[in-house]
């Protein structure tokens, strides 16, 4: 081909004059020769405190490595405890504007997990947790079940109750009692009279299948059939045994990374406790309701209270695997996993609504506190929980990087519909939620009982996170504001989840596994940003710009 715009390999254009370039093949085995130049920082070098101080997630960036498979092949499985895994590394924060028992419903099926916050009575917590372990399963081992004697005023009061309208009718009205029938929404929303018995409208032209009868084979029933339940019985006496729902079938096939127990296929649930006296009697309720993890929510977790806590807890709740924290040093984190935690939550100070190391002057910046702790607790095979300083894709990416199992996101779910609250339209016309820390004066105040000393401050979720409950005058550690809608967690959590494979894509890793032995083994690399490099890093040099996350 003729050069018609200069030749580059004479004269003052060549890239290098007079020097003598390998050839082009070699390059790859060049690379391997030059393996003490190697671009960029191992994390141990990164996270070096003593070099570079406390590094933040937005204080370096995660080297580019090779492609070599699409997106979609990234697998996200990953563990929150010592014995129970995800499909996904997204957890909600146990705060009461944030978690309750709808987000904690939705995020057990995208595959996360949602932790139930304490700010409320113990009655309502375990309510909470009930609806959640009803909300989907395989076999409903324990269905609601009504008497030839309940109303239809009655049923449609449970259905209100529990947002479904199907309920078997047994002789005794519980299970392990002849069936005798079905009430649906259908049988009950438009009859007349409240007052007549359920006798009067179910169904009795059931479709049935035997205890034994596999989920698999049961899914066969039901889907063949038109029913929309199927209810399980001894075929020796026709006693109910349990229950199988078409809508739970509906929803295995839209939400297959679901977070389940695999022996009930129930969805898996967590929630948050105290350390005080009397959160004993608030686990016993929660247990009862059918809890899988409790979550010791504490703003400096290396107490005595919680360490006794936790023993309490593995000696007379033997099957409930405990997360223990907030937790920052290497320190705390031996003392609460020599006392048993089966998991760690890892931050103190870094949320969007936190301001303790403002106030108190105690905390560790979020990217040394997730490595040094995760660092250590890998070698006792404790997983650990980034808790706090999550905005962005990026900031999950770099927490797990740095060797956290799971991140826990506050603020950055509270605009969902499914976190608690309603609406408002704020003063510049925007549709906003209320989001508070934990450690706001809203928050200790909450509820309050009236104290029973003039001079103290009366305890709840708030005042016990932050040690508060005997204190005359409460010390704020959080603010109160309001964060912008995000729309649904089904749509926003879905556009996290892509973000993160198209992120492990780009580093060049197939698994959260490979990305935490590839950060250990120093194949993967980091590189440290200048004030400079974060405003590059982002939206600059345009007159105005729309910044729309996903569609």
Not at 307 to 334: F, R, S, W
């Amino acid at each position: 081909m003729p050069l018609t715009n200069g030749d580059a390999t004479t004269g003052s254009s060549q890239l290098l004059p007079e020097q003598r370039f390998l050839d082009h093949k070699q390059a790859l085995e060049v690379l391997d020769e030059e393996k003490d130049s190697t671009d960029g920082l191992d994390v141990k070098t990164l996270l070096d405190s003593r070099t570079h101080g406390g590094l933040t997630y937005n204080d370096f960036l995660v080297l580019p490595g090779y492609i070599g498979f699409a997106a979609s092949d990234v697998a996200l499985d990953t563990p929150v405890t010592k014995r129970i895994s995800l499909k996904t590394p997204l957890v909600s924060s146990p705060m009461d504007t944030v978690t309750e028992h709808s987000m904690a419903i939705h995020m057990a099926l995208l595959g996360g997990l949602g932790v139930i916050h304490h700010n409320c009575s113990a009655e309502d917590q375990a309510e909470m947790v009930r609806k959640v372990k009803r909300f989907e399963n395989g076999f409903i081992l324990d269905p609601v079940v009504l008497s030839p004697k309940t109303t239809v005023g009655e049923a449609k009061a449970l259905k209100e109750k529990w947002g479904f309208g199907g309920f078997p009718v047994t002789e005794s009205g519980f299970l392990r009692s002849p069936l005798i029938g079905m009430i649906t929404t259908r049988d009950i929303q438009f009859h007349p009279e409240p007052s007549d018995p359920v006798t009067a409208v179910m169904s009795t032209d059931l479709v049935t299948a035997p205890s034994g009868t596999t989920l698999t084979e049961a899914n066969a029933v039901l889907s063949k059939s038109k029913k929309g339940k199927l209810p399980i019985v001894d075929p020796s006496n026709n006693h109910l045994i349990s229950l199988l729902s078409r809508s739970d079938l509906m929803k295995n096939l839209h939400y297959p990374l679901a977070s389940k127990l695999p022996h009930s296929k129930q969805l898996i649930c967590a929630a948050a406790i105290g350390t005080r006296p009397e959160d004993k009697d608030r686990l016993k309720k929660l247990a009862d309701a059918g809890l899988d993890i409790v979550v010791l929510d504490s703003s400096q977790g290396n107490s005595i209270f919680q360490i006794e806590m936790i023993k309490y807890i593995k000696q007379q709740h033997p099957d409930l695997d405990v997360i223990g924290g907030n937790v920052v040093t290497k320190a705390q984190a031996a003392s609460l996993i020599a006392a048993g935690v089966d998991g760690l939550r890892i931050g103190m100070g870094s949320g969007s609504a936190c301001i303790t190391q403002e106030v108190m002057a105690v905390g560790r910046p979020q990217a040394a506190s997730v490595y040094n702790v995760s660092n250590f607790a890998s070698q006792f095979g404790v997983p650990c929980i980034a808790d706090g300083g999550i905005q962005n894709v990026g900031h999950i990416v770099k927490g797990l990087a740095l060797g956290a199992s799971t991140v826990m996101m506050g603020g950055l779910l509270a605009g969902t519909t499914e976190s608690p609250g309603n609406y408002f339209v704020s003063h510049e016309g925007q549709l906003v939620k209320a989001y508070r820390g934990m450690g706001s004066i809203d928050a200790m105040e909450k509820d309050k009982k009236p104290s029973t000393k003039a001079t103290t401050k009366s305890g709840n979720a708030g005042t016990a996170r932050y040690f508060s409950e005997g204190d005359c005058l409460l010390v704020a550690q959080g603010v109160s504001g309001s964060v912008l809608d995000r729309g649904s967690v089904t749509k926003f959590v879905p556009y996290l989840l892509a973000g993160l494979q198209h992120s492990l894509q780009d580093i060049g890793v197939k698994s959260l596994g490979a990305l935490r032995r590839g950060v250990r083994e120093g194949e993967v690399r980091f590189e440290l940003r200048t004030v400079s490099a974060q405003a590059e890093g982002n939206v600059h040099g345009l007159h105005s710009f729309d910044k729309k996350l996903y569609s």
